[in-house]
């Protein structure tokens, strides 16, 4: 019986998949098949027991339910793996099963082959999410809105800018991600701590040869574990992206707010039901299941820190967390990514309520802009700045509009006409060099695709 959400409502069938025990107990295989492989190379085993070894490394014939019944008793998961091998092995090869080996060289090499699996396919979505995007910011570069500081309406803005803010941050996880990824995707085979004596004199050219078969770039040094400072710096570039998504969310969100109504997720009011009770609801449930489970990843960080603290050359304390984090880390950033590029690739505009906002106010978000131009115009910028305010107070306080008031006002007059300020109140034509950044980005990102 499922118990645990993982396991039926969040997460995609191609991490899942990467991290479902049948997969672990192949890459341990995997390992165990690169082990004997360099030692069968190097003469250390005889070539025909390393064959048979890398032969029957395959839960074709070493099962997950045999693997698992040998544990009952052994209590140990990767003596178990190897009794398990090495009873399928034909004659005496099963007694050359995981020679010069330590538990976790198995277990951090394999660990490194599910990480470098996920962050192939948290890439890819990330890699997406940056198109949808850029497209999106190329396609608002000039949809005109008000921006917020505070929770209050501050100056003009676009969509494209706050489209392409965000493609810039998520090129930058992308980053950190890759770098991160070289650090932590490392093959181990250095035995109990780390010294590799039990493989003798060829240690070394055995810990980097499993290394090369499966791909991995070796560890430099270690001991008994690979340091988990990697470690803790995947989960916190998983959290980070965490966070990217979840500031993403939360915008889209505020943004649906009834009052705002500016941009929302798609609803399908022939099928899907807002609430079990108001049947008028529409509620922006993707984007706060983002922000939800983004908490849950956020969580994870202070575990993998704690990990990195072992005592002498490794206790096994970061095992059990790393049972639970790494997995639910991976599978849970690839679901909210998954989330992520639904909202963005349905987002719904409505720009009679953008334009609404805009002018909610009264004008008085192009206060700033009245007090530049009069500045320009030879009023003193402090003069200008009292000016604009004892305005603006006054179209607050009355209700009527920051430009009938200046109207009013013939120590403002005297440096504009009617036209003049009738230009400066248009906030379509307030909004600097926005649509120039907006530009750059599209064109920088050219050489991050």
Request: hydrophobic share 40%; glycine share 6%.
């Amino acid at each position: 019986m499922a118990i645990h959400p993982v396991e039926f409502r969040y997460g995609t069938p191609e991490m899942r998949v990467i991290w479902e025990a049948e997969n672990k107990l192949q890459k341990m295989l995997d390992v165990e098949a690169a082990l004997a492989q360099a030692e069968g190379e190097l003469g250390i085993i005889p070539a025909e027991a390393a064959s048979e070894i890398v032969r029957k490394a395959s839960t074709e014939f070493v099962t997950l339910e045999r693997v698992n019944e040998i544990e009952r008793d052994t209590k140990h998961d990767i003596a178990s793996l190897v009794k398990a091998l090495a009873e399928q092995c034909e004659g005496d090869a099963g007694e050359y099963v995981h020679f010069g080996a330590t538990s976790n060289d198995i277990v951090d090499t394999s660990n490194s082959l599910l990480l470098r699996d996920s962050i192939s396919v948290l890439r890819d979505k990330l890699t997406r999410v940056l198109e949808v995007l850029l497209d999106l910011a190329d396609e608002n570069r000039d949809r005109v809105c008000i921006g917020r500081t505070h929770g209050q309406h501050a100056l003009p803005t676009t969509y494209g800018m706050k489209f392409a803010i965000w493609a810039d941050e998520i090129h930058r996880q992308l980053e950190r991600l890759d770098a991160c990824s070289e650090r932590l995707c490392v093959g181990m085979m250095t035995g109990a701590v780390g010294t590799t004596a039990a493989l003798g004199e060829e240690g070394l050219e055995v810990h980097e040869r499993v290394s090369e078969i499966l791909g991995l770039r070796p560890v430099l040094i270690s001991n008994q574990v690979v340091q988990r400072d990697n470690h803790a710096e995947f989960i916190m570039v998983l959290a980070n992206i965490a966070t990217t998504l979840d500031k993403i969310a939360l915008e889209i969100r505020n943004l649906q707010r009834t009052e705002i109504m500016e941009v929302g997720e798609k609803f399908d009011p022939e099928k899907q039901v807002g609430s079990s009770t108001m049947p008028h609801k529409m509620n922006p449930i993707t984007a706060e299941r983002i922000c939800g489970i983004a908490r849950v990843i956020r969580s994870y960080v202070v575990a993998a820190l704690e990990n990195n603290p072992l005592w002498h050359e490794r206790d096994l304390t970061n095992s059990s967390s790393e049972r639970i984090i790494l997995p639910e880390a991976c599978i849970l950033t690839d679901y909210i990514l998954k989330l992520t590029l639904d909202v963005l690739c349905n987002l719904v505009f409505y720009p009679e309520n953008i334009r609404r906002n805009l002018e909610f106010t009264g004008g008085l978000i192009m206060a700033e802009r009245l007090m530049a131009e009069l500045t320009r115009r030879g009023m003193g910028r402090q003069t200008a700045y009292a000016a604009v305010r004892q305005c603006a107070i006054e179209a607050s306080r009355t209700g009527r509009s920051l430009r009938d008031v200046v109207l009013e006002r013939s120590e403002i007059m005297d440096y504009l006409t009617v036209e003049d300020l009738e230009e400066i109140m248009n906030p379509e034509t307030y909004i600097g060099s926005a649509r120039r950044m907006v530009e750059r980005v599209l064109e920088e990102s050219e050489k991050w695709l």
